[in-house]
């Protein structure tokens, strides 16, 4: 089965600073690969997908990378802002046609003033 | 447009009790999931339906949880008798009307004492 792993540790960084948050996965390359975030108590919140034939996508101060080679994602959010702090997730779509995601345990974001 | 609605928010039980949680997906989505999300891990797939069809429940622990969506729209889900270990938060998600990704509702608290 698929196994994702994704920073262990909570990521500290300054305000301004780029964030750089790392997805690794076994296996096979799904075909999409989707960042959500998730603020405490609420459901996670989609961010951005990227396809398996992608390299780079990006949205406003949002940028995701997919490297199917080295099996691995890097979301980065650059001018980070305290705003920016919450756990994100990345999640695999092998391409079923119904979306049926595998999730890995999340990243904890803090960005301090 | 209105999101995934789930209720209760919190619910507290004793272990081998009963307790079921309500989801009402966004109008037009064909696809429901349940998610189980233990504290500091990512949500876990318990079971996806494409209408009114079970499409994946492969991860549910059929001894003591079940699920229906009997219309393809509303799901409830039971879990039955409770053990320590379900405390969780329980996400409802949907897919379906062209979009890109699932919309989750906000989950359910659940605390088993």
């Known amino acids: 089965s698929q196994k994702i792993e994704q920073n262990s540790e909570a990521l500290n960084i300054q305000e301004g600073k780029t964030a750089t948050l790392t997805c690794n996965y076994t296996?096979?390359?799904?075909?999409?690969l989707q960042w959500y975030r998730q603020d405490p108590g609420r459901g996670p919140v989609f961010l951005l997908l990227?396809?398996?034939?992608?390299k780079e996508k990006r949205k406003e101060r949002l940028k995701v990378t997919f490297d199917t080679t080295l099996k691995q994602s890097l979301f980065h959010i650059t001018a980070s802002q305290p705003a920016d702090s919450a756990t994100y997730l990345c999640?695999?779509?092998?391409?079923?046609?119904?979306?049926?995601?595998?999730f890995g345990k999340g990243t904890m974001l803090l960005v301090s003033p | 447009e209105a999101g995934v609605a789930q209720s209760p928010r919190y619910k507290i039980i004793e272990k081998r009790q009963s307790v079921a949680f309500w989801c009402n997906p966004i109008?037009?989505?064909?696809?429901l999931y349940w998610y189980q999300q233990i504290l500091g891990q990512g949500p876990k797939l318990l079971i996806q339906f494409q209408n009114n069809g079970v499409v994946d429940d492969s991860q549910l622990p059929k001894d003591r949880f079940s699920a229906e969506r009997l219309k393809g729209v509303d799901s409830t889900l039971k879990i039955q008798p409770a053990k320590l270990e379900d405390s969780a938060v329980y996400l409802c998600?949907?897919?379906?009307?062209?979009?890109?990704?699932?919309?989750f509702g906000p989950g359910t608290r659940l605390l088993v004492l």
């Open positions: 990227i396809r398996e034939n992608e």
């Open positions: 296996n096979y390359s799904p075909a999409y």
């Open positions: 999640a695999l779509d092998m391409g079923s046609g119904y979306s049926t995601l595998t």
């Open positions: 998600a949907s897919y379906g009307g062209g979009q890109e990704t699932q919309y």
């Open positions: 109008s037009g989505h064909a696809t």
